[in-house]
C-alpha cells in the first residue's frame, strides 16, 4: 500500500493532497489538464521536494517532513515512464533494456527475468533493432521494460499513451493489462482520457486544482458527483463488472450476469466465467413502469429507484438498484412526472448500448 500526504506551493498553484494507491494493481490519478498529476508523480519519485507532507510504502518511508526523513530519489525503487520515454538513442533496443537490469543489481537481487519481461512486451523481434527505428508503441513497450527490469517496487506512469494514436493506443493497451494482471506491482498512472481508466484502473483518484476529490474503486467512483463534474453531461454513467454466463457463437452475443440480471454483448474473444468491466452511460438508458414488451432493445434489467437530482436544462439524473449493480440513468423533467419516479418504485431499465472497456482474468 501507497500512502502519500502532500503539500507544496509554487507560485500560485498549491498542492495539497491525501490518498493510498492498493498494492498490486493500477491506482489512476485522474483529472483535467493542470490537475496537478505530474506534480505528485515528481514529489512521489522524489524528483521534487515537498513543502510537507509524508509518503510511505509498504511501511517503509520515503519522505516524512515532520521526521526530517527524505530518501533520495534513485535509493526509492521508483521505477518511471516518462511522457517523452527517454530512451537512449545511442543504445538499441537491447542495450536499452539491459541497462534497466544493470541498475537493478546493483540495488537489489532481480525479481522479474529478462526472458520474462521480453515475453511481456512482446519484444523478442525487436531486441536488434535501434531505437529509431521503432514505432511509438514499440518505443513505449521499450521504454515500460526498461523501467521493469530495474526491479521497481512501484512504477509511475505519467500519460504513457499520450503520444499515440489510436491504432496504435488500440496495440499497446493489452500490453498495460496484461502487466495489471500478471505482476504484483502497484502502479500509479496519470491519465485524462477516462477509457484509459475504465480499460486499466482498479483505484481511482480524483483531482481538481491539485486537491484530492474522490478516490476508491472504479465502479463506486464513477457514481461520485465530483467524477460527473470531470466528465461532464456525455460522459455520465456507471461502471460495473460482470460475469460471461454463457456464449453463443452462432449468433455472436455473450450473456453476462449483471447483478440479478443479464445483458448480452458481442461475443468475440470472450469465454464462459471471464469477468468484464462495462461502461453503462446514463445517455443509452431508457427507463419504464412496466415490463417492455414488442422492442427491438434486448437488454432490460428489473430495478429499483434509489435517487433522484435535478440537472441543468430540464434533465434528472436517476440512480437505480439493479439486484446490485448501481446505475444511473438521464431523463427529462417530463418524464420523470410523466412516470411518477420516485424512490423505491420498481422500474424496467433498457439497456440501448453498452461498452466492453476491458477483460479480466
Known amino acids: 500500500m501507497l500512502n502519500a500526504r502532500l503539500q507544496l506551493r509554487r507560485g500560485e498553484f498549491t498542492i495539497d493532497a491525501r490518498f493510498n494507491a492498493p498494492a498490486p494493481g493500477i491506482t489512476a490519478l485522474f483529472g483535467r489538464s493542470g490537475a496537478g498529476k505530474s506534480t505528485l508523480m515528481h514529489l512521489l519519485a522524489g524528483l521534487t521536494r515537498p513543502d510537507a507532507g509524508a509518503i510511505g510504502l509498504d511501511g517503509e518511508c520515503f519522505y516524512d517532513s515532520e521526521r526530517g526523513i527524505d530518501v533520495p530519489a534513485q535509493a526509492r525503487g521508483i ?47 525487436l531486441l536488434a533493432r535501434r531505437t529509431w527505428q521503432l514505432s511509438g508503441g514499440e518505443r513505449q513497450r521499450v521504454a515500460l521494460g526498461r523501467a521493469l527490469l530495474a526491479q521497481p517496487r512501484l512504477l509511475l506512469l505519467d500519460e504513457p499513451l499520450s503520444a499515440i494514436d489510436a491504432a496504435r493506443r488500440h496495440e499497446l493497451l493489452p500490453y498495460f493489462e496484461r502487466l495489471r494482471d500478471e505482476l504484483a506491482l502497484p502502479m500509479i498512472l496519470v491519465t485524462h482520457r477516462f477509457d484509459d481508466v475504465v480499460r486499466l484502473a482498479t483505484h481511482v483518484v480524483l483531482l481538481e486544482a491539485g486537491r484530492v476529490l474522490g478516490q476508491g474503486d472504479l465502479p463506486s467512483v464513477s457514481l461520485r458527483s465530483e467524477m460527473r463534474g470531470l466528465l461532464g453531461p456525455d460522459g455520465i454513467g456507471a461502471v460495473v463488472e460482470g460475469c460471461v454466463d454463457s456464449v453463443d457463437a452462432g449468433a455472436g452475443l455473450a450473456s453476462v450476469r449483471v447483478g440479478t440480471g443479464r445483458l448480452l454483448v458481442p461475443s468475440e474473444g470472450l469465454r464462459t466465467g471471464e469477468v468484464l468491466r462495462m461502461q453503462l452511460l446514463a445517455r443509452d438508458l431508457i427507463l419504464a413502469t412496466a415490463p417492455p414488451q414488442g422492442l427491438s432493445v434486448r437488454n432490460q434489467l428489473h430495478a429499483v429507484v434509489t435517487g433522484l437530482q435535478r440537472e441543468p436544462h430540464h434533465h434528472v439524473l436517476v440512480s437505480v438498484d439493479a439486484g446490485g449493480a448501481a446505475l444511473l440513468a438521464r431523463v427529462t423533467e417530463a418524464a420523470a412526472r410523466e412516470l411518477q419516479l420516485r424512490e423505491r418504485q420498481e422500474i424496467w431499465v433498457l439497456v440501448k448500448a453498452v461498452s466492453l472497456r476491458s477483460q479480466q482474468q
Open 79 to 125: 521505477g518511471y515512464v516518462f511522457q517523452d520515454l527517454r530512451l537512449f538513442p545511442h543504445l538499441g533496443v537491447g542495450g536499452n533494456l539491459e541497462y534497466g537490469l544493470r541498475r537493478a543489481s546493483r540495488r537489489r537481487g532481480a525479481r522479474l527475468e529478462f526472458a520474462r519481461v521480453v515475453a511481456l512486451l512482446g519484444l523478442e523481434a
